[in-house]
Structures are given as C-alpha cells and as structure tokens.
Nanobody
Framework: QVQLVESGGGLVQPGGSMRLSCAAS????????MGWYRQAPGKERELVAT???????NYADSVKGRFTISRDNAKNTVVLQMNSLKSEDTAVYYC???????????????WGQGTQVTVSS
C-alpha cells in the first residue's frame, strides 16, 4: 500500500507565505517525479510544479518566481514553498507522485487527499 499525506494548508492573507509538505510512504521502490496540482471551484485541476528525482523543476507560469518546489529523495518528501500569495491561488492543492512499487515492473501515479489553501484578507 502506498500513501501520500499532505500537510500545511490553511488560511493566509494576500502577500503572505505558506509551506506545503507531502510525504510518500509504503512499499516504494523508486519515485521518478513528485509534484503539486491545484483545483479551484468550477475549474479543472492544473499543474502547479513538479520535480524529478534528479532535481529538475517545472512551474506553471502563474506561480513562477513566487513558488519553489524541493524534494528530499531519502525521505520521499516534496515541499512547496509559496510566497507572495494572491487570492487567485486559493484552491485545493493535491500532491502527486509517479512511482514504482516494490517488486513491480511498471510506474503508477498516486494522489494525496488534498489540502485547502485559502488566500483572503
């Protein structure tokens, strides 16, 4: 069994900062990619940022320069540092991982349950 557990969501004022963490656990052989997605009411889920096992990062244009994604491979953990938050950042944020389970020959995508981030004064 594999689980992704997110933490760090909540309410923050515009211009403030928030740190989201996601830890993957279970019978994991390797993780190729970890990232964060978000979904606002009435909108499709969209990519926020991803990071490979080698440390290569990719960001949505809307968060470049404000958000930073990092990864601790030894702990199977990904962190999203969010600065200069805007009202339009309000959404449910989901952790995602593309990983291979122990004794498995193929990769699968796993999702966390999501954590609410609300940016409001």
């Amino acid at each position: 069994q594999v689980q992704l557990v997110e933490s760090g969501g909540g309410l923050v004022q515009p211009g403030g900062s928030m740190r989201l963490s996601c830890a993957a656990s279970g019978n994991i052989e390797s993780i190729n990619l970890m990232g964060w997605y978000r979904q606002a009411p009435g909108k499709e889920r969209e990519l926020v940022a991803t990071i490979t096992s080698g440390g290569n990062t990719n960001y949505a244009d809307s968060v470049k320069g404000r958000f930073t994604i990092s990864r601790d491979n030894a702990k199977n953990t990904v962190v999203l540092q969010m600065n200069s938050l805007k009202s339009e950042d309000t959404a449910v944020y989901y952790c995602n991982a593309h990983l291979r389970r122990l004794s498995s020959a193929y990769m699968l995508s796993y999702w966390g349950q999501g954590t609410q981030v609300t940016v409001s004064s």
